[in-house]
């Protein structure tokens, strides 16, 4: 029975038994992972604080036979991010990205660049002014990384380049992206994005500085939030739990 160590973000728990719990991490190096923490909710658990929900710790997991739950034998908090105690908004995009890692990811399937995006994201939860920018970029690094970005430059039908400036873009989400007028007849769930919305939407999924661009403002960021939730929405096939709580 080999046992593997790696650092992980507590995405979900569940209180077994009397004393047991059944967490969900998000590791660096094995993507998702589950695993019964025996004891570990006993005052003077060696676990104790170590399988926090949001709480990034150092992981041991006993692999069992492939019908077993797999063991957590020890966990040692690693870090925590203060800005969630003190602020409610803060815990709730919190739980947001905990719900989308979760959620979203596949057992087993590493992406170190979505847990580092995580782990920078909730570092910065507690600054108001840029809160919903970065869990707008989180969403798009989880969408780009699981390969379910949608399309921003090109039709996502038939892949014609579209042009860059507009008054207004349909927008497939069943299809995964922006449509030419050719296109858009025919498919389904389409939306129509403003120029302004796509722009937003292409500087929030660009790297350098341009998301902190303060010409991104809130009636615009309030656009890309309806249609970043409606893509994971699509997705997931249903709506986040926590979508309803994050502010526009
Ligand atoms: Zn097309």
């Known amino acids: 029975m080999p046992s593997v160590r790696t650092l992980g ?7 077994v038994f009397e004393t047991s719990l059944i967490m969900t991490a998000f590791t660096r190096d094995l993507g998702k992972v589950s695993g019964l923490a025996k004891g570990a909710r006993r005052l003077k658990s060696p676990m104790q ?7 990034v710790s150092d992981i041991v997991l006993l692999h069992k036979a492939s019908d ?23 815990l709730y995009a919190g739980y947001y990205i905990a719900e989308l890692l979760s959620d979203l990811t596949d057992f087993h399937d590493p992406h170190p660049r979505l847990f580092d995006a995580a782990t920078v994201t909730l570092r910065h939860l507690g600054e108001p002014l840029l809160r919903s920018r970065r869990v707008l970029r989180f969403e798009l690094a989880c969408l780009r990384e699981l390969g379910l970005m949608p399309v921003l430059d090109a039709c ?10 507009g008054d207004s873009f349909a927008f497939g989400l069943a299809t995964g992206g922006v449509l030419c007028p050719s296109c858009r007849t025919g498919q389904p769930h389409v939306a129509t994005l403003s120029g302004r919305t796509l722009g937003a939407i292409r500087a929030l999924a660009s790297p350098g500085n341009a998301w902190r661009d303060p010409e991104l403002g809130p009636g615009s960021l309030g656009a890309v939030r309806a249609t970043l939730g409606a893509v994971i929405s699509h997705h997931l096939g249903r709506r986040p739990r926590l979508l309803p709580f994050l502010g526009a």
């Open 49 to 55: 604080g170590g399988l926090d929900l949001l709480g």
């Open 68 to 90: 077993a739950l797999d063991l957590v034998t020890e966990a040692v908090p690693v870090e925590r991010f203060a800005s969630l105690r003190r602020d409610l908004a803060a």
């Open 156 to 165: 996502a039908h038939c892949g014609v380049e579209v042009e860059a400036e």
């Open 9 to 15: 973000l507590v995405v979900r728990t569940v209180d």
